[in-house]
């Protein structure tokens, strides 16, 4: 009868050995975590012009639009003469991407309106891959013209380089050929302010 009781006691503390070390092995499970991080930094990117090739600056309004240095008659223009003037286009030093440039339009403004000729002035810009842009001699591919200085046809972006942060960009030279109406549209007396305006889209 003794060794009875003794062997279910035994029975009944192996049991509870057993689930004192099932216990035991949950408590003791292992957890670890990894983190990754990314540090985003924007790049710089910005456009700028120039009237001569060797000074550039920006011009970002129309109210400060730069004037160019067009060839002689400019002031004196009689009906079907063309004066021409060369505009560059480039990303600055700290301009960190390519990008494109596309001519946006053009607005005439006549300030003696008794002898309007913003109708009567018709234009177009080559962008130049040689000879002389004054002389009326640059040759390329035509990106803008318009028969009227409100009107513009035939836009056509351009690739603009990048050549990284701290280096000028490449630039791209325009050749403005702007040109008097025929008699009898183009008149005497007339004054007319012209701003053309380009847009550029980061690459």
Not at 23 to 46: I, K, M, P, Q, R
Not at 86 to 95: F, K, P, Q, V
Not at 171 to 193: H, M
């Amino acid at each position: 009868m003794g060794n009875s009781t003794f062997t279910k006691g035994r029975a009944i503390l192996a049991g509870g050995l057993v689930l004192g070390v099932g216990a035991a092995v949950t408590l003791a499970a292992w957890t670890d975590s990894e983190f990754a991080e990314g540090l985003f930094t924007a790049g710089s990117y910005n456009l700028e012009g120039s009237d001569d090739g060797v000074t550039y600056a920006d011009q970002d309004t129309a109210d400060g639009a730069l004037s160019l240095s067009f060839s002689t008659l400019f002031d004196n223009l009689t009906p079907g003469d063309t004066t021409y003037a060369s505009y560059w286009l480039r990303l600055d030093a700290d301009t960190t991407t390519d990008a494109t440039v596309t001519p946006a339009g053009v607005t005439g403004t006549d300030t003696n309106e008794n002898s309007p000729n913003a109708g009567a002035i018709s234009y177009t810009i080559t962008q130049v891959s040689g000879g002389d842009c004054e002389a009326g001699e640059a040759t390329g591919t035509v990106v803008a013209e318009g028969t009227t200085l409100n009107d513009q046809t035939g836009a056509t972006a351009m690739d603009l380089v990048s050549n990284g942060a701290g280096t000028d960009g490449t630039p791209v030279q325009l050749c403005f050929a702007v040109t008097a109406g025929a008699e009898g549209s183009f008149q005497q007396g007339g004054a007319t302010t012209a701003v053309w305006q380009f847009d550029s889209t980061s690459n």
